[in-house]
């Protein structure tokens, strides 16, 4: 197989209306980015390369065209099972992630064995000036770290980010809300002395406040933290 052939793969299960949806979800991107792809398919289009010799060159040919090779490319990664070669895999990618979506499907499953070397590789994705970079690593963060690994000085190093980017913003809003879910003893702490910027530490309330798995006593609390900000001319 070519990666002219897995192109033409990928264009087997076009889907022009949900591509009209999609580009819709995704404003950064053009129109003529998307072919128009349902997440259900992919386990379809892996199961049809599985073990192609294709795959190292489709990994290794970046940029890509298509918003789907990019989910593809994601989706390659998160079956990585060797973690140095899953870890240098995802780090040649970075750069070229470009939107919420690709970003937030990483999380490769054998970085649940390897948590403890994997962290430093979290903080210093977290401290990166890239808009995606940033992202992808306080969602690994998030996926990996808010459960038995937990460490409250893992929450130091996003409650500390100030940034104009909304896609770097509302992730860190999404991690403490998360974070108020599974460890809100820790977390609790960063809302009530206002970490966070404004806009950060408000969206983290709301977002922890549409939560089932927050409580009604302690949503009312949340709601008395809310920081009061200016209001746009």
């Known amino acids: 197989m070519t990666l002219n052939d897995l192109e033409q793969i990928l264009f087997q299960y076009q889907d022009t209306k949900y591509a009209d949806f999609t580009a819709k979800l995704i404003p950064n991107l053009t129109r003529d980015k998307f072919i128009g792809i349902r997440s259900p398919e992919y386990k379809k289009i892996l199961k049809q390369i599985k073990d192609d010799p294709v795959i190292p060159g489709f990994l290794s040919t970046l940029p890509h065209k298509w918003h789907e090779e990019n989910c593809l490319h994601a989706a390659l ?91 770097v913003n509302i992730m860190t809003a999404w991690l403490f809300s998360e974070a108020l879910v599974k460890q809100w003893d820790a977390a609790i702490v960063y809302i009530e002395t206002h970490r966070l910027d404004a806009w950060t530490n408000n969206k983290a309330i709301q977002k922890a406040c549409e939560s089932y798995r927050v409580t009604d006593e302690r949503k009312a609390y949340l709601k008395t933290l809310k920081v009061k900000t200016p209001k746009k001319v």
């Open 77 to 167: 990664i998160n079956k990585i099972k060797d973690y140095d070669e899953c870890v240098d895999a995802l780090e040649q990618f970075m750069p070229y992630i470009d939107n919420w979506a690709v970003n937030d499907s990483i999380n490769p499953a054998c970085f649940k064995k390897h948590r403890e070397e994997l962290i430093g590789r979290v903080q210093s994705w977290i401290s990166s000036e890239a808009t995606f970079t940033r992202r992808c690593g306080m969602k690994i963060l998030m996926a990996n770290y808010l459960d038995e690994d937990f460490k409250p000085g893992y929450l130091d190093l996003p409650a500390d980010l100030r940034s104009d980017e909304y896609y």
